[in-house]
């Protein structure tokens, strides 16, 4: 089990910048992936970035250039610093975990945070 505690979400200007934290705690494994999901009004949820325990990262094509994943392994947290938001950034953004399981193929099961609103609007 793990428990992931987010904060960041807010209101922001275009060409505004929003920082997310998340805090997982838990059943952490020494292998991991923590990242940033978001979903939108009648949309699926995609991912916007994700980073690995050894900090190999994942972004999607339109937050290359202008959100940045990092993560504190000693304190399990993942942070996304997003600069020159757009209104079409405006979503619920989700923290996601998963554990490698020890075959380091497989992976446990996704654990997700409780949401925070970014809007970008002026």
């Known amino acids: 089990q793990v428990q992931l505690v987010e904060s960041g979400g807010g209101l922001v200007q275009p060409g505004g910048s929003l920082r997310l934290s998340c805090a997982a705690s838990?059943?952490?494994?020494?292998?991991?992936?923590m990242g940033w999901y978001r979903q939108a009004p009648g949309k699926e949820r995609e991912l916007v970035a994700d980073?690995?325990?050894?900090?190999?990262?994942n972004y999607a094509d339109s937050v290359k250039g202008r959100f940045t994943i990092s993560r504190d392994g000693t304190k399990n947290a993942v942070y996304l610093r997003m600069n020159s938001l757009k209104p079409e950034d405006t979503a619920v953004y989700y923290c996601n975990f998963y554990n490698y399981n020890s075959d380091y193929l497989s992976r446990g099961p996704n654990y997700w945070g409780q949401g925070t609103q970014v809007t970008v609007s002026s």
């Open positions: 980073i690995r325990t050894g900090g190999s990262t």
């Open positions: 838990g059943s952490i494994g020494i292998l991991n992936t």
